[in-house]
């Protein structure tokens, strides 16, 4: 049995100094979804079934199957995006997905101390580095590589994703554990968001392809322009949670516009000056948006329905949050209904079957 998304399990708080413009806050840990614990069995029961397969291919299909059941616990949206994308494809996807999640969840949810937190990252980063030397995905998880890393390893040597960009993302995942100031927007672009989303996307590009070589490019400028969009609709949302975390992924000349020298999101007197940088770049993250679906023609057309889809549903977000009066005061989500709306409706029959599946 699968860790439940209901199960609960103790939190803490844990005294941090940030070193960014926010006020002083403690640093918490998200609620959990799945604990530490949680991860740890299942990434044991996962190796153990995958090794039992006595195949590359059987091991790979354990793997994938498990990943997708992380996407489908985490991830809502993206789930049901990834519906419309052909199997193979989207088992890539899938995978690609945990090999995110995990360090994401370190950083931000399982309570533990940012020293403990470090340990599990370089863990996890030695594993891609043995993952990358290995021939194969069952040689990975029988040298005991975490299994959704020895997953993504796999992916990256079927579609030659660069080695560089997996690292990437880590290191913007350790950037959270110290986090800083971003003094414009292209800081924060160049220094966090590239690492977070943008080579996300180039992961995905390169399981998505393009109709012809020369198109490529574009497929990855597209990708780019998604990824810098996704991620501010995410800090744009989570101002006030980000705060609490000890971070500020606002940019500080921008702040500074507004009259506000260190970020305080519960101090009334700073609301109007935040709703108006919320008005602005939303505005910004519009363009990244429009800038995005205008290249969608570049990745293959078996790709293209769950590109479109991300893009309007995560569209639709960034768009409730510029509408909203209530501003930080409110977190924002997209129903469900609102979801199906921008979806294809010749799809819809893909959504009971995936969950049904249990």
Known sequence: MSPSPEVGHKTSKMSAEPKNSAAPVQLRAAPLVWALEDWEEFDRRTRAEA???GTEQGAWQIVARRSRTVLKTYSTSFFIVTRFLPPRKRAMVEAIYAAVRYPDEVVDSFPLSIAERRTLLDHWSNGYEDALKSPSLVDSLRNGTPCFVAGFADVVRRTGIPHDDYRAFLEAMRLDLEPRDFVNLEDLI?????????????????VYGSPTPDQFP????SARDLGIALQLTNFLRDIAEDQR???VYLPLDMLQQEGIDKLDASNPAQHPGLNRLLAKLTAITEDYYARSLASLDAFNSDSRVAIRACIDVYRQLNGQIAAN??????????PMLT????????????????????
């Open 245 to 247: 975390r000890g971070r």
């Open 339 to 358: 979801k199906f709306r921008v979806l294809p409706f010749s799809k819809y029959w893909r959504l009971p079957i995936a969950y049904l599946q249990p």
């Open 218 to 221: 574009r497929a990855l400028q």
């Open 51 to 53: 090794l039992a397969t």
């Open 325 to 334: 009066p209530d501003g930080i005061l409110h977190r924002e989500s997209v």
């Open 190 to 206: 160049d220094s966090y968001v590239y690492g977070s989303a943008i080579v996300v996307g180039y992961f995905l590009t390169w």
